[in-house]
């Protein structure tokens, strides 16, 4: 349209022109040349004139638009302003508001936290007050039975019972005692709140060897399961296998009742053995459940030493290096400690097909724990109560027990805290970091069941004489 109108205003302005100078030479009569010059003179002024107009109305057109923007631009400010406003507003607000929603939520958990203290405080303390009263009884069982005359004694003249050595008088006191008890029924007590027997001075006894000898060859090697529990979840991580024996007449056999007798009648390799063919029984059921639970096995240094045994072992383990990331073999701290240059190299030859190790019983914190790492350790066992300074034994080490897991964290070694029995405990581990716990807490040894080993085999005794 602007160039149509552009086209009709210069058409139109020379036919004006045309007009002016035709004008000029037909009624004034003037010469065809001047009326030419004042032809183009009126027409070159009105195209000046309409660029003039049109350059205006150009400005004012822009100058209105700019009008326009600058308006739009004001109002989009305004907006931002209030934007901004509120933006400014909500982040004052919503912490504000967030604090008064959590903190009754902290709160009632602080309340929740102490509370749960209080009953794991009591538990231990009612724990403790049964265990004290057990004893009191047992000691005032024990003083009754020793003051209790026997009918040989009351016979027996004052004279003859001065001139008795004082070994003989102390073993009649303790056969007293023994009757007395055994004609008192002991009152049963649940399986958490059963204590082992502390260890005793280890003579050659030849009916526990010939007992130990006739339940391998029997078949009558338990297998007993504990779970390794990760905290504070106290989900299954590991579970340890432990071995017990039963005689001919049903009675189990403790390890702390066999161990040394089997170690010196040469038959511990045999146990690990049927311990071996159990524990890989026990992880391929458990592969068959998808579950990744590994086991630790306890190992006798005299298996690692045996020359009739351990080819065979390692062809074994060699067989099944599948299972090499789930299965951990086990020693107490004392056997590591006393390792000769034979037993570390069976377990390089075991570490080289990636199977693990483990130190329990730990009672020294000055070991290399480092040279231990180094040679496929990851994993040690403190006591529970040596962690938690309730024993003297580690008064002496060079690092404060609640520092031994960062220690050994360093070199790769993970710490399990083992004999966990109260709540109290629990407590405290947590508060040190600790991350795997065993104990009768959380669940005692359990027997396995027959259909879970069913098909295992069952390796004969080695043919190695008794020492």
Do not use: W
């Not at 004008?23 to 003179?41: D, Q």
């Not at 901004?84 to 507003?89: A, H, P, Q």
């Not at 102490?114 to 004290?132: C, G, Y």
């Not at 057990?134 to 027996?156: F, W, Y």
């Amino acid at each position: 349209m602007t160039r149509l109108a552009n086209i009709s205003i210069l058409f139109s302005i020379s036919a004006i022109a045309a007009s002016c100078g035709t004008v000029m030479v037909y009624l004034f009569g003037r010469p065809a040349g001047e009326a030419v010059a004042v032809a183009l003179t009126a027409m070159c002024t009105m195209i000046f004139i309409h660029f003039m107009l049109t350059r205006a109305q150009e400005k004012s057109a822009v100058s209105e638009a700019v009008n326009r923007l600058e308006e739009r631009i004001a109002l989009i400010d305004d907006d931002v302003g209030n934007l901004e406003g509120r933006l400014t507003g909500v982040e004052h607000t919503i912490p504000r508001r967030t604090r008064d929603e959590i903190d009754p939520l902290f709160a009632e958990v602080e309340v929740i936290g102490s509370l749960v203290k209080q009953m794991a405080e009591a538990m231990a303390d009612m724990e403790t007050r049964i265990e004290d009263q057990g004893t009191a009884i047992e000691d005032q069982r024990t003083k009754q039975a020793l003051l209790q005359p026997q009918p040989a004694q009351r016979l027996s003249s004052p004279q003859v019972e001065l001139q008795q050595p004082v070994e003989t008088v102390t073993s009649q006191a303790a056969a007293a005692f023994a009757a007395a008890a055994a004609e008192q029924p002991v009152p049963m007590r649940s399986q958490a709140t059963v204590k082992r027997p502390a260890p005793r001075m280890h003579h050659p006894d030849a009916a526990l060897a010939e007992e130990i000898r006739a339940s391998i060859e029997a078949g009558r090697v338990d297998l007993y399961l504990q779970p390794i529990v990760t905290l504070p979840q106290r989900r299954v991580r590991y579970y340890e296998a432990l071995t017990r024996l039963r005689k001919a007449n049903g009675d189990t056999l403790e390890p702390m009742e066999f161990l040394t007798e089997a170690e010196r009648t040469g038959q511990m390799p045999a146990i690990d053995n049927i311990l071996l063919f159990r524990s890989l029984q026990i992880l391929k059921r458990l592969s068959t459940r998808n579950r990744e639970a590994g086991l630790f096995c306890n190992l006798s240094p005299s298996t690692l030493m045996d020359e009739n045994f351990f080819p065979g072992f390692l062809e074994f383990v060699r067989a099944n290096d599948t299972y090499s990331d789930l299965l951990i073999f086990e020693f107490s701290q004392a056997d590591v400690a006393v390792m000769s240059a034979i037993e570390y190299e069976s377990l390089a030859a075991l570490a080289e097909l990636g199977f693990r190790f483990s130190v329990d019983r730990i009672t020294d914190l000055r070991m290399d724990f480092r040279a231990l790492a180094d040679r496929g350790f990851r994993f040690a066992k403190l006591h529970a109560s040596r962690l938690l300074m309730q024993e003297d034994d580690l008064a002496q080490s060079n690092i404060h027990p609640a520092d031994f897991g960062s220690l050994l964290q360093r070199y790769g070694i993970e710490l399990i805290v083992d004999h966990v029995e109260t709540e109290s405990a629990v407590l405290e581990l947590l508060e040190m970091d600790i991350r795997c716990a065993q104990g009768f807490l959380f669940s005692p040894p359990r027997p396995v069941r027959a259909d879970v080993l069913q098909g295992a085999p069952n390796p004969r005794p080695l043919k190695k004489e008794a020492s």
